[in-house]
Nanobody, 115 residues
């Protein structure tokens, strides 16, 4: 059974930083690409960043240069380092994996950027 558990969200002031973590179980972590999505109130869920099994990454234009996705194979964990946060980054952030044709999501972690 696949489980994705996010942590690290919270309230931060504009310009601040947070690091999100997603611990994965039930998948062969080393061969799966992993993604972070977010969903703000009243908006559709959007892809924020993705990382391949080999460590290649891609980012949404809105976060490029501010966010960094990484993964630790020994811990089956993917991270999202978020710097220079803006109020428009406020959303619920979700970890995602497509494993053997099935989409799996974590429960989400709230990130609020506000002064």
């Amino acid at each position: 059974q696949v489980h994705l558990v996010e942590s690290g969200g919270g309230l931060v002031q504009p310009g601040g930083s947070l690091r999100l973590s997603c611990s994965a179980s039930g998948i062969i972590f080393s061969i799966n690409a992993m993604d972070w999505y977010r969903q703000a109130p009243g908006k559709e869920r959007e892809l924020v960043a993705g990382i391949t099994s080999g460590g290649g990454s891609n980012y949404a234009t809105s976060v490029k240069g501010r966010f960094t996705i990484s993964r630790d194979y020994s811990k089956n964990t993917v991270y999202l380092q978020m710097n220079s946060l803006k109020p428009e980054d406020t959303a619920v952030y979700y970890c995602h994996v497509l494993d053997r044709g099935v989409n799996y999501w974590g429960q989400g972690t709230q990130v609020t950027v506000s002064s």
